[in-house]
């Protein structure tokens, strides 16, 4: 199947300050890549819908100014929580279709710690 | 509003024994459904998925069945293996959604005992 690799897998970082996740789509093009999150023995919960070249859409109670999402190319896409709080912290995944078919790729997601 | 449901968060069966997960679904829109098998502190693995014009869909040991009418699937494993414990998500893609946007319900911890 298509690779989908995400990056850093794990992170702690202070409160206030930001931090960046890469998804790299490895062998395929992606024009659409998506992120989600998961709190703790929950489900994974739909937070943005990211666009190549064009502007992210967000789900409904998701702040765009704190998540924000960039697809500079068809292989790359960044989530950035700004000014991260304890409350931020989760585990992150980024996913990606080929196009070719309904099936959906993850990266490995990212466990972000804010202390 | 959870448009995908798995209404039992764990499952215990004993090695060799048939599994079986279940998923509800409320919009009817949804035309295509997929499996996810999911580690801790890793991303979801795709298993199996299933079209909405079809009723089943069987890959080695996992057999994904479909109810239209009843908005439900579920997933068979069989025989059960100590090394399929892990939580499985199904999930479901809106007809007229982008590729690989996916809705998906709260998960089931299946525990293969040996």
Redesign the interface.
């Known amino acids: 199947g298509a690779v989908v690799s995400q990056h850093p897998s794990w992170v702690i970082c202070k409160s206030g300050t930001s931090v960046k996740i890469e998804c790299r789509s490895l062998d395929f093009q992606a024009t659409t890549m998506f992120w989600y999150r998961q709190f703790p023995k929950q489900s994974l919960m739909l937070m943005a819908t990211s666009n190549e070249g064009s502007k992210a859409t967000y789900e409904q109670g998701v702040e765009k100014d704190k998540f924000l999402i960039n697809h500079a190319s068809l292989t790359l896409s960044t989530l950035t929580v700004t000014s991260a709080h304890p409350e931020d912290s989760s585990f992150y995944i980024c996913s990606a279709g080929t196009g070719v078919n309904t099936e959906a790729f993850f990266g490995q997601g990212t466990r972000l710690t804010v202390v | 509003d959870q448009q995908v449901k798995q209404n039992s ?1 764990s499952l215990s069966v004993q090695e060799g024994r048939i599994s079986i997960l279940n998923c509800d679904y409320t919009n009817s829109m949804f035309d ?1 459904f ?1 499996w ?1 098998k999911k580690y801790p ?6 298993l199996i ?1 299933i079209s909405s014009i079809k009723d089943k869909n069987e890959d080695g040991r996992f057999t994904v069945f479909l109810n239209k009418s009843a908005k439900h699937l579920s997933l068979h494993i069989v025989p059960s293996q100590p090394g399929d414990s892990a939580v499985y ?1 199904c999930a479901a ?1 809106h007809g007229s959604s ?10 089931t911890t299946l525990q293969v005992k040996p």
């Not at chain 2, 982008?98 to 998960?107: A, E, H, M, P, R």
């Open positions: 968060p295509y997929l996810y502190a890793e991303g979801p693995t795709f998925s998500f893609v982008n590729t690989g946007k996916l809705i998906f319900g709260q998960g």
